[in-house]
Each structure stands twice: as C-alpha cells, then as structure tokens.
C-alpha cells in the first residue's frame, strides 16, 4: 500500500496539490472527508469539528490523569470525542488496503508504520494572503492583516496539534520527504512531476 | 539567463544532484571549478581553499574597523582574499549570461537578484554516513561516529558561513524553493523530475 501524506501551511495550496496528485496517482483522496465521517460518527456538527480541528485540538490530559480528578468540559469531552473517531476513521482506511493520498491530520506521524511518502507544502505570506484572498465569497471582506492573522493562528494550532503527538516539529523539513515552496508556482503545473518523485521513491522503498 | 543553485547537508548528495540536474537541463555546473579558479586568482593551495571553506570562513571584521588596530593575521588574510575572488568569480560567471547551476557558496543569497531556482538537498544521520562512508579510500578508516562528527563540523562552518551573509538561516526551508531528502533516495532516478519542476518554475517567472 503507497501512502502520501501532505502536510501543508494554510493557503499555500497544499489541499489543492493533494487533490491533484491523488488523481494524477490514482489513489483515493482524504481530506475534508474524515470531517464528514467524524461527523456522522460523533453527531457533532461538522462546522464545529473543522473550526476545532482548525484551532489543533489539544485534549488537556489532567482532566483523567491529573491529581485532581475532574469532570471533562463539554467541549473537552467533544475534543477526546473527534481525535479518537479520527484515528478510528484513519485505521478504516488504512484498513481498505489501497493507496491513499491523505491531507493534514499529522497523518505523516500517524501512519509512520506504513512508511508514507510525505509533503509538506508551504509559501511566502504575500502569496498566501493571495491565496486566501482568491477564494473569499464576495461578503467577506478582510484585510491583508486580518487574513495574515488567520494564517497564523490556524498554522500555530497545526504545529501544536502535531508537537502534542509528535517530537519532530511541524513543518521541519527532516520530518518529510519533499518540501514544496508554492510561491510563484501554479500547483497544476508541478503535479505531474512531484508524482513523478513519488512514484520514484515508491518503487525502491515500498515492496 | 536562468540559475539553479543548491544547498546541501554535507553527505547528503547535493553536489551529485547538482551535477546530474546541470547535465539534464543542459546548465554550466560551478561548484570545485569555483575553488581553482579562487587558486589560480589567488596563488593559494587548491587543498587549503577548500578546507578554509569547509570551516566556513568568517573575516574578522574587527581586525579593520575594531577599535583597536590590528594587523589582520596571515590567515585572515588568505580568508579575506578568498572571499573576495570567490564573489569576483560569481560576477564573472554570471557575466558570460549563460544558464548554470552552482552548488554551495551561498549562491542563493549572492545571487538573489537574479531570481535563481533554489534547490536544497538534506538527509537523515544514517543515510548521510553510508554515503560519506562509501566515499572514503581505502586507507581512510573513520567510525560512524567520527564520520557524524565531521559531517556536523562541515555544516555548522556552511551555516556560519551562510549566516554571515543573510537573515535567512542556512537550510531553513523558507530560503528555498524545493527541499529534496535524500534518505532512502537513488539521486539519478529523480534528477529528470526534479529538472521538469525546475523547467517549470523558469517558464512562469524568467522572461
């Protein structure tokens, strides 16, 4: 089974060049999909997974380990509630036995047994603030500061999130195989090759 | 006038990568040639050269606007000789307008106004001493960990060296446009790939 994970900044693109080296591959995509099926597993509303999943959910252990035993919070219970459907749903998958392109969720620490080609796609904050401007509706106005913001504070709770699961540090290059630099790049047109260097690498490393 | 230019851990492959990628894409490669040249410019020992760059060399900007007056020392001399040649060097080659990749000297940074493509190449520990331990002659005897210990000593002078010159960290993925690890990786079956994507980049921002 050949699995890429790509590990991405907000707006740098990274989702896009998933989707688009999934098909390329021919492998199955993962990415807002797991929130649907955490969704239907849990009953929660999928909005409020994918904005707490945005903020890195980080289940606070005391709560059962601690000295002082107390009652998980609602919303801490729901946290505990979508990591554990999470890794549920990515051993389902893993399960299928197909090859599977898979998007963000620390799925590179995750699904290390299975020896992933892993991405991480990042850019400069001009061309990711573009980015991101690109794809707001027309009612949502925002700054570029307002959005360089969201930027990073949706990035910093990707790199807690892995640094909770994980001691390589989110987005340090030793932790992938290939770091892909979107500034000044059109996503379409690279895919073919970075499939290329996937393909590549799984034929000398995966049996 | 299109330029690759790649950084690269010691024993990580780079300067195989930058040779075989100058090959395909049909580029000048400047990497040693830069080291005879500085020689040749400098009546200096080609051997020393290279060991002075392998430090790293930092001039001691105190010995000429420091306080107190010292005359700089025979090393420090050389030290300043050498980088100056070096940068004469990269002008002149520039000069000829040709396409080329240049491996090391912190040529990302040198160059910066030329908008080059850049490329950098690490791996893991392991994958680093097998294949600085291949390299070695027969009557180089040296133990993983006095290889691990010379490969550290090499990259912290490339790091200095880099920081001297730049803001920008040595081998901090942001410099770059592509970072490739080498671990578990034949350099020559990805060369072509990482060539289209190269290719790709020019086409979309070189005029």
Chains 1, 2 share one sequence.
Request: proline share 2%.
């Amino acid at each position: 089974m050949r699995i890429v994970t790509v590990g991405r900044e907000f707006s740098s693109g990274g989702r896009e060049l998933g989707k688009r080296l999934a098909d390329e591959l021919g492998f199955a995509y993962y990415d807002r999909e797991i929130i649907t099926e955490i969704a239907k597993r849990t009953e929660l509303d999928e909005h409020y997974i994918a904005s707490r999943a945005e903020q890195g959910i980080i289940p606070d252990c005391n709560v059962t380990f601690g000295r002082t035993f107390a009652y998980p919070s609602f919303a801490q219970q729901n946290d505990i509630k979508i990591l554990v459907s999470e890794r549920h749903i990515i051993n389902d998958i893993v399960g299928l036995g197909k090859d599977f392109v898979i998007v963000g969720r620390s799925a590179d620490v995750l699904l290390r047994a299975y020896k992933p080609f892993n991405l991480f796609v990042y850019a400069d904050m001009k061309s990711k603030i573009e980015r991101c401007r690109a794809r707001l509706g027309e009612n949502e106005q925002m700054s570029d500061k307002q959005i360089e913001k969201k930027i990073k504070q949706i990035d910093s709770g990707r790199a807690r999130h892995r640094e909770l699961i994980s001691n390589g540090k989110w987005g340090a290059k030793e932790c992938y195989n290939l770091c892909i630099n979107t500034s000044d790049t059109v996503i379409k047109d690279i895919v073919p090759f970075v499939a290329d260097i996937a393909r590549s690498w799984f034929e000398r490393n995966i049996k």
